[in-house]
Structure formats: C-alpha cells, structure tokens
C-alpha cells in the first residue's frame, strides 16, 4: 500500500522554505551567541578566542551541505535500510570503548575522537536512527500498535539500540530518547496502555538505578542542588545559581549583544549546556520569547510536515524529529532556568559543537525532503494561518 | 483494533498541542526568573562581577628632631588564596607553611575551602617571603600590596609613639592621636573581574588615587630620649622601683625633648593576646597619672608667695618641727625642727611649715588663682590623644588645712606634665607653655615641603620676670646647697627641688610607699633644659627624692647640656677639685661592673673592652695619681684585648657630627664637640696619631 502511495506522487514539490530558512536563522543565531559566549573562556584556555566558533562554523558549513544532500534523498530508503541503520547507530555507540577512539571526558565515556572536527558524542546518531528505525517497524507493521506481542517487539529492537547508550551513562539523552519514543508510539497509534504500563514500569526502573547504584548518590545530590541551589551556591549548586544570575541579570531587555558578565567564567559550560543563560542575558526576556518562538515556529513545520506527509513513515519520521526537537528544547531551557534537575542537553542548533550541529541539519534535512511529498493542495495559503493545528487538521483529515 | 490515519493525525494535533503548552509553560518559567526574581538576581550577580582593590596610601614616618627615623612604614604583601584556583592543595600547604611559619592543616584547610573565593592567608608579608612564595609559582597564590609599621629602636618611647593596628591605622599613642595626618587618604580600584578576579580587559575601571600621609617630626631627640630611657631603666633595676616617669623638656618653649615611661615594650610586637598587660604597658604615666607631687610642689607655693609679694627670699620664718592648722598639728617632715630661717632656706630645707605659712598669709584666693594660673586642674593642651588633668580640690570646699597641705604637695594630685611645665613657668622667665611633642607636618619624599608648622605657644603668663629670676636663685640654692645635692653637676649652674610624696592605696595612705621625684634643670641663670624624673615605690632603705631621683636627673641633664652644646663654665673651685689627683685603685681580678662601679665612683672615666670575665689588665696601672675624668681602661678576660691599647686618630674630617661620633666611638675614643658649624674640620690631637684607648678628642666643627 506504501509503495502503492509512493509511486503515485513520484513528481517532487520544492521543500518547505520557511523550515528550511528557520533552521538557517537558528543556525546563524547560534554561531553569533557561541562567539559571545565562549570567546573569554576560549582565550583563556585554548589561548584562541575563537576556537569555539570555527568549530561551529565548520559545523554548520558541513551540516548544510548534508541538509542539502540529505533533502534530495528519498526518505523511503531509510525503511529500506533500517536493519543497516540499526547496526551502525549500535556500532558507532560501541566505538566509545576502543581504545584510541575514545575520549574520556569528565569521568564519562561517552565521546570519540573524529579527525578535524574533534569529538563527537555517538549518542546523538543512536538518537536519529532510533526514529528511522522505530519510525519504520512502526510504519510497516500496525500488529506492533495492536497487540502485545508487537509492542514488545518495538521496545526490545529499541531497547537493544538503546543499551550502549545507557552504558554510556548519558542519563541526557536516554531521557530524550525515551520521551521521543513515547512520541513516536502515541502518534502511530500505539494503544495508550500500553505506554501507560511502559512509563510506570520505566519510572519504576529509573528509580530503583538511582537510589541502589553508586551512580544514584551523586545524581541525589545533584537533584537537592536543583531544589534549593542556594543551600550550596559555591559546590553543588554552583552551575545552577551561576545560570539564574544570568537568567535575572538579563531581565525584560537583555544587558546587549557580547554584553553578558557571567560568561567570564562564572558560568560553566556557558556555550554548550548553559547556552540558552547567556541569551536570556544578552538579550533578556524578549530576546529568550523570540528564540523560544522560532523554535516552536521550526518545530510546528515539522509536525505541519507530518500532517501533510502522504504516508505514515514520512509521519512518522517527520514528528519524530520534531519532537526530539522540542524535547531538547523544552529540557535545555528548563535546565538553565532550574526547574528540572541539571543535565547536559544541548539546545539544537546554537550550543557548541559541531558533530552535533551536523547531525541536527542532517535531520532537518529528512524533514525537507518529507516536505517535498507534501499532499495538500494550497500550501501558501495554510502556512499564513495563525493557528495551524486546528485549521490544518480538517482540510488533510479527508 | 485498526489504526486510521484519522487517529494518527488527531493524535499528532494532541501531541503538538501537548508540546505547545509546555513551551508556554517554560516561557512561564523564564518569567519567573528573568522579570520577578531579576532584581534579586543583579544584586547577587554585581557583587561576584566587580573588585573593590585598596591602594594603600604611604603613612608617613615619625622623626625625631633632627630627622632619625623612628617609626617607618616599609611595602609588604598580603598573601591571599583563592582555593577556586588552587590547583596543588598539598603543595600549597606545605610550601607556604613552611614559608610563613603557620601551621600546615590550617593553610590545607584554607587553601581547600571552596565556599570562599578568596581568603586572607596572611598579612604583612615581607619581601624575602613574597620573593621566596613568587618563585614558586603556585597556582591560586595571590599578593596584594600592604605595609608593615617598623620601629628601628624598638622600644624607644613606645608609650609616646604608640602602635598601629594590622590595618596600619593608629592603635595608641601619637599613631592614634595624630592618625589621620599620618595615614593620609587611600586609594581604591573598582574594576570588573571574571571568575578568577582577573580584571577584564575592556571592563569599567574607577581609580582614584592615594594620597599619602605626612612625615611628622617631633620635637623630641633621639639622642636624649635615648639616654633618659637608659637611665631609666637603670633606676628601675639599681632602686627595685616599680616604675619610672621621666620628662625633658626646653623650659622657655614647651617643646618635649623627651618622655619616658619604664618599664616598656617593644613597638615590633606589642603584647596584642595580653590586653591588661598591653593596657598597662601602653599606659603613657607621664600625661596620665595623677599622682601627689609633695615637696616638688613648694616651686608652685614660693612662686606665688613671691609673686604676689607675699615673702621675700629672706622673709624669716620659723619652723618648730609643725604647725598647728586650725587646730591641727601638721608635722615637718624632720623631726628636729629647722628653727628660724630665710624662705631660701626654707626651700632648701623643704621645711614644711614654711610653705604652711605662706599658703596662709597668701589667702586661699590668692594661692588658688596662682594655682591656675600654673595649670593645675587643667589638661596642659599637649599633642596626645589622652591626658590627666589633675585632681585640684574646688575652692569652695577647701579647708584650711587643706590647702596648708596643698602648700606642701599634698592633697592636690598633678600629672607629671603639669607639675613640669608649671615648673618651667617659674623659671623660664614666668611664662605658661604649652608643651608639644610634634613640632613639624611634611610631605613624604626626597624633597620634603612643610606643611604645618608647630610653634611654641605661650599659655599666659604666671609669675613677672622678677619672680621667676628670684626662683631661679633658689631653686639653684636647692642643689648647690640644699637637698638637692645629688644633682649637682661640675661646669654647670644647675637648679632643682625634690619631692617625696606618699601613696594613696584604697584611699589611705600606704606605709613604706612612696613616689620620689626631683625635678631640675640648667643652666639655673638661663635654662635650657629641665628635667621630671619620678621613682615610683623605689624599693630601698631611704626612698627620698634626693636619694633615688636625683642622680638620675642628674645624668640626664649632664648628658644633655654636653649633647645640646651648652658650655660648661666651672668655677675656681669646680677646677682646683677637678685637677685634684686621685689615685687609680687596683681593680685586677675583679668583676667588670665592680670594678667600673669603684673606678666612676673615684671619678674616672672607665673603658672596658670585653665583655665578661674578671679584669685582667688596666691603664694607667694602679697607684697611679691622675686626675678625675682621666679614662682608665680596663682589659676583661672574656674578650681578647686590643693590641696594645691605643689607636690612630681616624679620618673622620669632612663628616657630620653624628658619623663622626659615631667612627669615633667605634674606635673606642670619645668626641668633644667644639664650634657650631656641621662638619668636622679639625681635631685634637690630629687625625692619624696614636692615642690611647678612650682619649677625648676635640673636634672641632664649622
């Protein structure tokens, strides 16, 4: 039936140009704060104030050649491949543990070394492949959204993909992972007790590995900090108490472009994990509402995307991207604004990093050329409504 | 059950509604932080972004009257941790435990407590340690500028000059009191910083400059301050006293030449832990103790009498060994009464009664507004954060055995510098001074300006010059003939009155203590110099002012004349006694201070080389007949002799007094001044020749 679908629209539109110059603002955006952000940090330890932003703009050269190469490719070749793809997302994560590919970076093992552009984190290709592959089983096979057995089948192809990132101990991006998967299953239609049985067992876990693991104490201490960071502003508390001072010094209108304090070493980690701080400080809470705002912006051309894509694996793929999105999103800005426990999770497009930033425009350019195999007949028109879930829905629901 | 795509579309509309609000909820959340809690933030946050550095303004130097330096702030360092930055606790912690002399746990501990950004390791840090520490480079090591407060003679009028605290700000004495001259205003750096408190480059500095304090000089001299605190101190060792208070001063000034209090302290470390023991040695007893001056107190009496020509010089009195006051019988402190005599001799006799007498014929309003007038009851308006006042009794409850008390010095209390400068008053001519300890303010640096000058200042005037001229004469009398013997001095003219006053203890008076004092000076026909020298509870059979205090003064104001150039004139007796020949005793085998004890008491001058040990050699050999104040020098065993006992004359042509004094003595010679001028030009006997060890050499300076 898919390929029944697949053969009739066989004439490609042009991609979804405002994703497209979305994810290209973002980007740019990125580049600018990473600059201002580490440049003090970058002299005083790389002795090259800016070591940070040729990275990233080698990163975002590279991610846009792949943005433009990978929107040409049909995403169908992705449900063709899974199987390679599920071997390589588990191979790559696996090569953490080979000895000269590694890097131990702070106690964790979780990065490899890549020539030129430095290290990357793998966990961020298991994460992309994990949509491919779930997004194709769950596209193929609807037994996998009716019976039990199916289910099971989707949590363990999952879960065997998911093993060397949880050794990885990125607790991060098993948390994004999981959540993204949960995304996935409900959209495709999975019955919702099953998720329902999935989360309470999943929380269950996740409870008892925090508080029987060696791991666990640590991870306790870092939630006490988060509920009250005052209580050790000089230790544990540090990074958090560091980040709500940019977060208020910045106010309703930021202190201006370059002109944040707390990126002299106040605040750790201001141009990765603790990026969106140094733009709420820069450009205060206006500034923050805009860069949330074109994120939703990108992440509704996603999911507008999804709606509109003629089968359920370009849906699929489309929303699943999508919410990996938001979820990084939403979990980065809460981090920085302490209202969930700190843990690195780089805001998409504009923390540091240039492996990453590839792989997030290597995503955005599935989600293009899903765009490309858009069905619905007025695009322009759609796209100027100012709310687009309700009005979008019934035109397509046909 | 079949999945539509009816269901995945309004399951994908959900989710994205699901993932909208929690967008909106976020945004929520940066509200709080960004727009509520802002204000509360910013305060926090501006206090870890900005430094607040002192630039230490340069607190000026106390000098003596002739510029010795006596107190000098020298640059230090404070040495600071920052343990964010500390990379080698252990290192750290050893390495500066060593240098510093602190205990290692404590500097680990410092160096490791991440709560704090920055902590004080350690202050006033010497260059050789900074030095040391800088070359180690250990990281989260810092220096900041500070100053350390030296006192080259250590001790040396440690009441009078007082300390400062850690922070370098006057703590006592003319520190404290003249602090805000000395200390001068400080700068401050208000600069943005990053983490590590390193200044930003294009960060927003304020600086404003220090400004330095002043030099103060005082009017007080090394050279005599010196020697009275050696005399001093030996007092307080020959009489077992429990302190000494000794003040010099120029009588027809005011200016303070010096001002002792034994025993002391050493300024480099006063006793900080101790705070009774820091109170007690810091207490400056000359400007602060109230104490009954007793006979001493008779100048004041017989100047008043005079001066309001109530007696004469030779009114004729009669003591009887008492006088009944108002039907009290108050004794004379001899018990065979004086009998008839002259007011002069009555001072020279300090006979009681006379005083009692006078002090009645003069009236209690009469002698009550001398009593002012000499600055009883009053502060004498010194340069010193703190003085006494006195304790006079108000007129209108003065009895009058009181006040025939009051005569005699007894039942008024007088601090030292009051009964001196009255003292000054009735023989410089009649004048109230106000003493002073600091005479000059200048600007710090190689070419000083003044800024303030202090000139002597005139209170009022007291006593006519007649009067004072007259009280010269007796008071002269006193030492020449009277009971202050003990002063005496060959070549000069030298005037002065004792005292020997009781105790109060609990408010009776204590049995077998007393406060002896003698107050002199000289020349008696033009005074340059007068000297307070108290004993507090000397501790010896007879404890009279005459006995303990006066040949301390004695020494201070011998030395001084000769030091501030005063010529001596001798009479033809003083000379016919000086050349007497005396015949050099044999004080081979004896201890070193016996044998310097027997030599200084025949009236030589003794020499000693080596240090211990029992005399092994002298010269000129016993049974010799030489005159006084030939130099005899004695040889101890515990020191190799010199060669043969003499030496060469040294070039000390085209020097100042003080290096030329200063050659000379380290050669073991002794340096007559002659002339006025600066530099020596010539000597006698000349430069190059061979003399004996302790020859007097006459240089002459113009």
């Not at chain 2, 004495?173 to 943005?192: D, M, P, Q, T």
Request: hydrophobic share 45%; proline share 4%.
């Amino acid at each position: 039936m898919a390929v029944k679908k697949r053969k009739r629209r066989f004439l490609k539109k042009n991609i979804d140009f405002p994703l497209a110059i979305t994810v290209l603002v973002l980007v740019a955006i990125g580049i600018v704060v990473v600059f201002s952000a580490s440049y003090y940090t970058a002299e005083i330890r790389e002795n090259d104030a800016y070591f940070y932003v040729k990275k990233q703009l080698i990163g975002a050269a590279v991610g846009l050649v792949a943005m433009v190469v990978i929107q040409n490719i049909d995403y169908h070749l992705y449900a063709k491949f899974k199987w390679i793809i599920f071997l390589a997302a588990i191979g790559i994560n696996l090569l953490v543990w080979v000895p000269g590919l590694g890097v131990n970076l702070n106690g964790a093992q979780r990065w490899i070394r890549i020539p030129v552009a430095g290290t990357m984190q793998p966990s961020e290709i298991a994460k992309i492949g994990l949509i491919l592959v779930v997004s194709s089983e769950l596209a193929m096979r609807s037994k996998c959204l009716t019976t039990v057995r199916g289910f099971l089948y989707i949590l363990i192809v999952a879960g065997i993909m998911m093993i060397p990132v949880v050794l990885q101990k990125s607790l991060s991006v098993t948390i994004v992972i999981a959540i993204t998967m949960v995304i996935l299953m409900l959209i495709a239609g999975m019955r919702v007790r099953y998720l329902l049985a999935t989360g309470a067992l999943g929380i269950a876990g996740a409870a008892g590995l925090i508080f029987f693991s060696k791991e666990g104490q640590f991870r306790i201490s870092r939630l006490m900090a988060y509920i009250d960071p005052w209580a050790d502003p000089t230790n544990t508390g540090y990074q958090l108490v560091q980040s709500l001072y940019s977060l208020g010094s910045g106010g309703l209108f930021g202190l201006g472009l370059g002109q944040s304090r707390q990126k002299y070493l106040f605040l750790p980690y201001a141009e990765s994990d603790f990026i969106f701080a140094i733009i709420s400080e820069e450009f205060g809470y206006i500034g923050a509402l805009i860069v949330l705002g074109i994120y939703g912006f990108l992440i509704y051309r996603c999911f507008l995307t999804a709606l509109r894509a003629p089968d359920k694996l370009g849906t699929l793929i489309a929303a699943g991207i999508g919410g990996v999105m938001a979820v990084q999103v939403t979990m980065h800005i809460l981090v920085v604004a302490g209202a969930i426990p700190p843990t690195g999770v780089p805001l998409p497009f504009m923390s540091a990093g240039s492996t990453s930033l590839v792989i997030f425009m290597a995503e955005m350019g599935i989600v293009l050329n899903i765009s490309r195999y858009r069905t619905e007949p007025k695009p322009e028109k759609k796209e100027e409504e100012p709310e687009p879930e309700t009005t979008e829905a019934v035109p397509v629901s046909e | 059950m079949k999945i539509t795509s009816y269901t995945v579309k309004k399951r994908l509309i959900t989710t994205f509604i699901v993932i909208a609000s929690v967008f909106i909820i976020t945004a929520g959340v940066l509200f709080y932080r960004q727009i509520i809690q802002a204000g509360w933030m910013q305060a926090k946050a501006n206090s870890q972004w900005t430094s607040d550095l002192t630039i230490a303004a340069k607190r000026g130097r106390i000098l003596d009257a002739n510029g010795n330096v006596l107190a000098q702030s020298a640059s230090a360092k404070t040495i600071i941790l920052r343990p964010g930055a500390v990379k080698e606790p252990d290192r750290v912690a050893d390495e500066l435990a060593e240098i510093l002399g602190m205990d290692r746990d404590t500097v680990y501990q410092k160096a490791t407590d991440k709560t704090k950004s920055e902590i004080w390791l350690k202050r006033q840090v010497e260059r050789e340690a900074e030095e040391k520490i800088r070359s180690l480079s250990l990281a989260g090591v810092f220096f900041t500028e500070d100053t350390k407060r030296y006192y080259p003679y250590s001790s040396l009028a440690a009441q009078l000059l007082g300390f400062v605290s850690v922070d370098g700000s006057g703590q006592t004495g003319l520190e404290l009191f003249y602090n805000s001259k000395l200390a001068g205003v400080n700068g401050r750096i208000i600069a943005e910083t990053d983490k590590n408190g390193v200044e930003l480059p294009y960060g927003v500095a304020r600086y404003l400059d220090a400004q330095n304090g002043l030099d103060m000089v005082l009017s007080v001299d090394y050279v005599i301050q010196a020697r009275a605190e050696e005399t001093a101190a030996k007092c307080l060792s020959e009489t077992g006293a429990e302190s000494v208070v000794c003040i010099v001063m120029q009588p027809k000034t005011g200016a303070v030449y010096a001002m002792v209090n034994a025993p002391t302290f050493d300024l480099n470390d006063p006793p900080r832990s101790d705070m009774a023991l820091l109170n007690k040695l810091t207490y400056n007893s000359a400007l602060l103790m109230n104490y009954e001056p007793g006979s001493t107190f008779k100048i004041v009496t017989t100047a008043a009498a005079l001066d309001s020509g109530t007696a004469k010089k030779d009114t004729m009195f009669y003591c009887a060994g008492y006088k009944i006051v108002d039907g009290a019988r108050i004794k004379c402190w001899r018990t065979t009464p004086h009998g008839s005599e002259t007011l002069q001799q009555g001072v020279c006799n300090s006979c009681n009664p006379v005083f009692m007498t006078l002090a009645e014929m003069m009236g209690k309003e009469t002698f009550y507004r001398y009593i002012r007038a000499f600055g009883f009851g009053t502060g004498t308006q010194i340069d010193f954060n703190s003085e006494g006042s006195g304790i006079v009794t108000d007129e209108k409850y003065v009895t009058s055995q009181d006040l025939a008390r009051i005569a005699f010095g007894q039942s008024v209390a007088v601090t030292p510098m009051q009964l001196i400068t009255a003292a000054s008053a009735a023989v410089n001519g009649g004048n109230l001074m106000r003493p002073y300890l600091v005479k000059e303010f200048r600007t710090q640096g190689s070419e000083p300006v003044t800024v303030e000058k202090i000139e002597p200042m005139t209170v009022r005037r007291v006593i006519s010059e007649e009067t004072s001229a007259t009280m010269r004469e007796i008071l002269e009398a006193v030492v020449t003939s009277g009971g202050g013997k003990n002063a005496y001095i060959p070549g000069y003219r030298v005037g002065g009155k004792t005292g020997t006053a009781q105790i109060y203890e609990n408010g009776k008076i204590a049995a077998g203590k007393h406060i002896a004092s003698f107050i002199g000076f000289a020349p008696a026909d033009d005074p340059q110099i007068i000297v307070l020298f108290i004993v507090n509870k000397p501790n010896v059979a007879v404890d009279f002012g005459s006995v303990v205090a006066a040949p301390y003064a004695r020494i201070i104001l011998e030395d001084s004349l000769r030091y501030l150039g005063v010529q001596a004139r001798y009479t033809t007796d003083e000379i016919a006694d000086y050349n007497k020949k005396v015949e050099v005793p044999d004080v081979r085998n004896k201890k070193i201070e016996d044998a310097v004890a027997l030599l200084e008491e025949k009236g030589f001058y003794v020499l000693v080389s080596g240090d211990s040990g029992t005399i092994t050699a002298q010269s000129p050999e016993a049974g010799v007949a030489a005159v006084r104040g030939t130099a005899v020098c004695i040889t101890a065993s515990g020191k190799s002799a010199e060669t043969d006992g003499t030496v060469k004359v040294p070039d000390i042509l085209g020097r100042g007094e003080d290096d030329a004094k200063k050659i000379l003595t380290e050669n073991g010679l002794t340096m007559l001044k002659v002339g006025n001028g600066k530099t020596a030009v010539y000597t006698t006997p000349q430069v190059g020749e061979k003399v004996p060890v302790g020859t007097v050499i006459i240089v002459e300076f113009h």
